[in-house]
């Protein structure tokens, strides 16, 4: 596979959620579940390559206005019968990362858990311009990536350095910062290396 979030962008085959990708832990990130719980999620609350839904809930249960987008309709599926099962008010759709000013909405928070860095460099202007299109000015971008700090196996695509992050978060970004951070994964018993940035559209 290209990588773990390649799915959030380009539009993985739908049997892909016929098991269970290394990605889809079942519950949100720790470290935006660190966030929620911080108060840092404010607004209505955009969620890139939602995937199954998890951190589209998470903002919901915290009574935000939550919007999920991915490309895997079975995916999508999955996160309404979610929804549904939790009784929250969310709402899921079938929409391109790379394609956002489309949306012809604004929010005030984004969460991107694992798709950025799935980007090639010309792909992640484009994503990242298409954010700010649909940020509110003063609105708040966390992204939870892959770092090359990583060193365990089995290894990970995509990893990117602080270097990485800050070069491609310079222009239209006010760059908060960029922690040091672990992703769960279900094929990494310890956990990923990762990076935790906060950044600000300008």
Not at 20 to 32: E, S, Y
Not at 47 to 58: A, P, Q, R, W
Request: proline letters at 4%; aromatic letters at 6%; charged letters at 25%.
């Amino acid at each position: 596979m290209a990588g773990p979030s390649a799915h959030h962008a380009s539009g993985r085959s739908e049997d892909l959620y016929a098991g269970r990708p290394p990605w889809d832990i079942g519950r949100p990130q720790p470290a935006f579940v660190a966030l929620a719980e911080d108060g840092a999620l404010r607004g209505r609350v955009l969620d890139v390559g939602c995937g199954t839904g998890e951190h589209t809930l998470m903002a919901a249960a915290a009574s935000l206005d939550a919007t999920g987008i991915d490309l895997v309709a079975g995916a999508l599926r999955i996160a309404e019968r979610k929804a549904c099962e939790r009784s929250l008010a969310a709402r899921f759709l079938r929409h391109d990362a790379l394609r956002l000013g489309e949306l012809g909405e604004l929010f005030d928070t984004a969460l991107d858990s694992l798709v950025l860095h799935s980007f090639n460099a010309a792909d992640r202007t484009v994503y990242l311009d298409g954010l700010r299109s649909v940020l509110r000015p003063g609105g708040r971008l966390f992204v939870l990536c892959y770092s090359d700090r990583h060193t365990g196996e089995p290894d990970v695509p995509h990893k990117l350095s602080r270097t990485d992050i800050e070069s491609c978060l310079s222009d239209g970004w006010v760059l908060e910062s960029v922690q040091a951070t672990m992703c769960s994964s279900n094929l990494h018993a310890d956990g990923i290396a990762a990076w935790l940035v906060t950044c600000t559209r300008i």
